[in-house]
């Protein structure tokens, strides 16, 4: 494994961790408790959305990442 792979999975792995230690840290201050209002309602669909735009950004890496290895 050369010099190049090492840093692309380096990078790699640690959005991977960034992006679980996020969603926990939603988690973790209650940002997905549903109280039944309007307002809640908006804002857990906002944190979805960042989450799901966090989400396509990581599969974006991994691609990459993936052509990368295939075309060494």
């Not at 792995?13 to 940002?31: E, R």
């Not at 109280?35 to 990581?58: D, N, Q, V």
């Amino acid at each position: 494994m050369n010099t190049d792979n090492r840093w692309i999975i380096g990078v790699a792995a640690s959005v991977l961790i960034v992006f679980i230690a996020f969603v926990g840290f939603l988690w973790k201050i209650d940002l997905f408790d549903f109280t039944g209002s309007e307002a809640s309602a908006k804002i857990i669909a906002a944190a979805l959305a960042l989450i799901g735009g966090l989400f396509g950004s990581l599969v974006t890496i991994f691609g990459i990442m993936l052509k990368h290895s295939f075309d060494q």
